[in-house]
C-alpha cells in the first residue's frame, strides 16, 4: 500500500465534500439521500461552508497510487455557530472519512495521527468529535485515546486531549 498524505489545498473541497458526505451517510443501505440533498442537510451544508476561510481549518488528504481515498479535517465552532461533537470554542471537531472500499486498511489511523501531531505543533489542547454509537469507527477513536465526554440518545462526543 502506497498512501500517502498531503496538506489540503483549495481545490480539494469538492474532495473533502464527497468525504463529508461518506462520513455522514456511512451505514451501506439503500436510504441514503443523493449526494446533493445529503449535502444540503442543514448541519451536513455548515460543516464545510467557507472552508479554508476561517482560522484554524486544517485537512489531510489521503492518496493511495495518485488517488484520493481520504481525509479527515478540524475545525473551530462557536456557541453560536456549530456541529454536532462540539464542546467550546478553543476546542476544534475532527471530522474524518474514507471511502468504503478503503476502510479497515489502516488510513483513519494514518490520518488522525498526523491531524494530532499539526494541532500538538500549533498549541491545540484538545480535539473533539462526535460518533454514532452503532459506528464501527468507534473503536478506532478508542484507540486513538479519545474518551466520551458527552452523549445523546444515538451519538457520543468524544475528546482527545493532545
Known amino acids: 500500500m502506497n498512501l500517502i498524505l498531503r496538506k489540503s489545498q ?25 449526494f446533493e440533498e445529503g449535502l444540503a442537510f442543514p448541519d451536513v451544508a455548515k460543516a464545510l461552508a467557507d472552508w479554508g476561510k476561517r482560522a484554524g481549518d486544517t485537512a489531510v488528504i489521503a492518496t493511495l497510487s495518485g488517488t484520493p481515498v ?28 474514507v471511502h ?13 495521527e498526523w491531524l494530532l501531531a499539526h494541532a500538538k505543533k500549533n498549541g491545540i489542547l484538545k480535539m473533539s468529535l462526535m460518533v454514532s454509537k452503532d459506528n464501527y469507527a468507534l473503536k478506532l477513536y478508542e484507540q486513538q485515546g479519545f474518551e466520551n465526554h458527552s452523549e445523546t440518545e444515538d451519538s457520543f462526543t468524544m475528546v482527545r486531549k493532545i
Open 70 to 97: 481520504g481525509a479527515a479535517w478540524y475545525r473551530y465552532w462557536t456557541e453560536d455557530n456549530y456541529i454536532r461533537g462540539y464542546m467550546d470554542d478553543n476546542v476544534p471537531v475532527l471530522v474524518i472519512g
Open 100 to 112: 468504503r472500499d478503503h476502510r479497515h486498511k489502516g488510513i483513519g489511523t494514518t490520518m488522525i
Open 10 to 34: 483549495p481545490a480539494d473541497l469538492p474532495f473533502l465534500k464527497e468525504i463529508l458526505y461518506e462520513a455522514v451517510f456511512w451505514r451501506a443501505n439503500d436510504n441514503k439521500p443523493l
